[in-house]
């Protein structure tokens, strides 16, 4: 086990569970360094705020690879779900559609309750462009993203669920659209958009009938390409205009969208559409959920290989919720020195002076020089 120490509470005897650095990227002690009065005196005269000690169990510096937002079985069987709803919605049977959505409302509620039960859950989105489930993976977690959003803004369980039911099914009416448009590799010309632009409504149309979809899922249907400044469509709403249930979807979805290489469009990464949910605020987004959004989502997933001011490299091995801006980076190699002998863990909230000065598209054949 590990756990945090603040400066006030170190002790002689502690083991180090990551190494320590000054702020200026000044190598002190290394992991597994039991502390003695030199170590503390060394530690309190360069101002380290917190260490993490080991207690128990070993500690591990990373495992590796990108984690899933919610567990492979769960998506899984989301992703299923989905399929059927979508079948129904396209081939226009009510009554086998109504089957498909009683059938739903068990996977997202368990899916609800998964990301109720982790206070420190922290979304990223992830390149889902791999996968024949486009469509629905990214419907989940358009879906997840937006209840964490949901759940720090300590939303009633009850609103929750419509929230989740129109962030997943948010777009049925995809399925009203000819596929020719909807997998054309270039820009949709003017008549094509106008029909692509009519998916939200026919969405909520499709499910107004249903008791199985609140009115407040569909407004998340119909208005969920709706844009802050009124740019977006199917009715140009501005503002306060628009449900706050779809202001929340609308960031989810292109948060998620922007990380996955599409027909249409090319792959961002994570950082990059990160910043640009960010810049938005204001413009596209509402600026209180894009305040939300920064709150429960990260720049830098558990995976993202950086080159750090200092001239370290490495991998993102853990992110805190409310500091996601600064990451755990479990550091490899340095610029100057090569390659470490043992991985070193640090913790970027512990050392405010390191900054993250690139992101590398994977794990470099350590050539990476700083600029």
């Known amino acids: 086990m590990v756990r945090r120490v603040y400066r006030d509470d170190f002790r002689a005897g502690m083991v180090l569970a990551s190494a320590i650095l000054s702020d200026g990227g000044l190598f002190l002690l290394s992991e597994g360094v039991v502390l003695n009065d030199d170590h503390l005196r060394l530690l309190r005269s360069n101002g380290v705020p917190f260490i993490h000690v080991r207690e128990g169990e070993a500690f591990a510096p990373w495992e590796g690879g990108v984690p899933p937002l919610i567990p492979e079985g769960s998506m899984t069987g989301a992703v299923e779900a989905l399929k059927g709803a979508f079948a129904s919605a396209a081939q226009g049977d ?56 949901g759940k720090a803004l300590e939303m009633p369980e009850g609103m929750l669920t419509a929230l989740a039911m129109g962030a997943v099914l948010h777009d049925i009416g995809k399925t009203q659209i000819p596929v020719e448009i909807l997998n054309k590799p270039g820009r949709l010309n003017p008549e094509e958009m106008r029909i692509m632009r009519r998916h939200p409504e026919m969405g909520a149309a499709m499910l107004e009938s249903s008791h199985l979809v609140s009115l407040e899922s569909r407004r998340v249907l119909a208005q969920h390409h709706e844009r802050w400044d009124g740019s977006g469509y199917p009715l140009g709403l501005k503002g306060r205009e628009i449900h706050p249930f779809a202001r929340q979807v609308a960031v989810a979805d292109v948060y998620d969208a922007l990380a996955s290489a599409r027909p249409y469009k090319t792959q961002r990464f994570a950082h990059e559409v990160y910043r640009y949910v960010r810049c938005q605020s204001g413009t596209l987004f509402d600026p209180k959920v894009v305040e939300v959004f920064s709150r429960v989502t990260t720049p830098y997933p558990v995976g993202t290989w950086m080159l750090l001011s200092s001239g370290h490299v490495g991998m993102v091995t853990r992110v805190e919720r409310g500091n996601t801006l600064r990451p755990e980076v479990t550091v490899v190699h340095h610029t100057r020195t090569g390659t470490l002998s043992t991985p070193l863990v640090l913790d970027l909230a512990a050392h405010p002076r390191l900054q993250v000065r690139d992101i590398l598209p994977a794990e470099p054949g350590y050539e990476v020089c700083p600029r």
Request: glycine residues 6%.
């Open 94 to 149: 009510e009554e086998l559609l109504g089957a498909r959505l009683e059938g739903l409302i068990p996977v997202v509620a368990e899916i609800q309750d998964q990301v109720l039960s982790q206070p420190e859950m922290v979304a990223h989105c992830q390149d889902l462009r791999g996968h024949d489930d486009y469509t629905f993976r990214h419907s989940v977690h358009v879906m997840v993203i937006s209840l964490l959003m």
